[in-house]
């Protein structure tokens, strides 16, 4: 066993190294900007002091993107994050040049992905045969918001690791105090992306008290607490310099509207009457399935309703983009599980369409280099209708997985 861990991470350091090369030498400019739009702020403030949410810290990344003719105060790459991400940060400052941080941070996204495939074939009790596993990773990095968001170095590869952590130590295998401990750290770590994890935290949260999962509970509620702490401990105004900046975030050119916005008022034109119907139908659909599994009738469809959580957060988020839409991974595979009890071929068919109506739709209506915010449409509303298709089918966890544990196992 430890010589396999020392194999792998010898494999893992020459496949960082090569990154790295294809980083400094590739034919293309490779620099992830979402990750750079970070790193800097973030080895500025820990090696000059420089708040990460100035202009100044905002004006040096740009120039590091772009070059020094590029001057503007809009905050097109500012840090946006909350202070605490620094922590999750911090570790790839101390490597010798950005292209090994960025090599590092990409592998890492990488591996974190793969984890996240692993963690939900798991919790969905599916085990596929080997040759299908390696399809089931290949189609996932080449899936384009998966794609756009390793390109990007994008955190929202985190926050869905992290996700898909939290609801693994929860609800497979035999519940315990660690696991649960585990559990909270995970979810109060997953909100440095906080557009992605405005419902599912709740959601978790009602679903430990109704269970009485104290644990789980406590963690992360102390773990939220001591990264805001340590904040504080950092950087006394940050929170405020992260809400003032955060306000100017619509002035980013790539920012994109949100989906049913874009849908009503763009796509289909039926003005904020239609918007807002849409919205509180969102909404209501999901308290009526969050009420139906908190009330205990039916709680073997609980993966169905995190996934049901994780889509339609996406409908319902103020912003949100392309790059976010991994997540939607946990929502695809059970349907994919599903679809390969029925037919091989029926699974292969649906990651076909589903591979190339993305990419198809974004290399047709892109302008240059940017891309269409038509994009942001299809797969929510796809997953959705997948989503509602396998409502009737879903279970996945038994009722005494997810009922309360009076005893837990420290």
């Keep these: 066993m430890a010589l396999l ?3 792998g991470v010898v494999l893992l350091g020459a496949y960082t190294w090569a990154f790295h090369e294809f980083i400094v030498t590739g034919p293309v400019d490779a620099i992830a900007m979402d990750f750079y739009a970070r790193y800097e702020p973030t080895r500025l403030y820990l090696t000059e002091g420089l708040n990460p949410y100035s202009d100044e810290a905002t004006q040096i990344v740009h120039r590091g993107i772009y070059g020094d003719d590029h001057v503007k105060l809009e905050p097109q790459h500012a840090f946006f994050y909350p202070m605490y991400t620094m922590l999750i940060i911090a570790p790839y400052t ?48 080449v899936l384009f ?48 992306k906080p557009q992605m994890q405005f419902l599912i935290i709740p959601l978790l949260v009602l679903w430990a008290l109704k269970a009485r999962r104290w644990h789980f509970i406590a963690s992360a509620a102390l773990t939220l607490g001591a990264l805001l702490g340590v904040s504080f401990l950092l950087m006394p105004t940050w929170l405020g310099d992260w809400f003032a900046q955060m306000q100017t975030y619509s002035s980013f050119a790539l920012t994109q509207p949100p989906v049913l916005q874009l849908l009503t008022h763009e796509f289909i034109r039926l003005g904020d009457g239609a918007l ?20 205990g009738d039916d709680e073997r469809r609980l993966g ?25 991974l946990f929502a695809l595979l059970p349907v ?3 679809l390969e009890a029925a037919h091989p071929l029926a699974m292969l068919g649906a990651m076909v369409v589903l591979f190339v109506g993305d990419w198809w739709l974004m290399l047709a ?46």
């Design 365 to 410: 209506t892109r302008t240059g280099t940017e891309i269409s915010s038509i994009t942001l449409i299809p797969l929510p509303l796809v997953t959705l209708v997948l989503l509602a298709l396998v409502r009737g089918s879903a279970g996945r966890v038994s009722p005494e997985r997810i009922t309360s544990v009076p005893h837990l196992k420290a």
């Design 145 to 192: 918001p998966v794609t756009h968001s390793l390109v990007l170095g994008q955190f929202s590869v985190v926050t869905f690791f992290l996700t898909v952590l939290a609801i693994w130590l929860l609800f497979h295998g035999e519940p315990s105090a660690r696991r649960d401990v585990l559990a909270g750290v995970c979810l109060a770590l997953s909100t440095i």
């Design 304 to 328: 169905w309703v995190l996934a049901l959580t994780l889509v339609i957060t996406h409908l319902l988020a103020p912003r949100t983009g392309t790059y976010q839409y991994a997540v939607f």
């Design 94 to 141: 101390l490597l010798p040049a950005f292209s090994w941080a960025q090599a590092a941070w990409q592998v890492t996204l990488q591996v974190l992905l793969i984890a996240s495939l692993l963690l939900t074939l798991d919790f969905l009790n599916w085990r596929p045969r080997l040759q299908v596993i390696i399809l089931l990773g290949l189609w996932t990095f």
């Design 5 to 7: 861990a020392v194999l």
């Design 276 to 295: 807002w119907a849409l919205r509180v139908l969102l909404a209501g659909w999901l308290l009526v399935e969050w009420w139906l599994l908190l009330r």
């Design 336 to 338: 994919l599980q599903r």
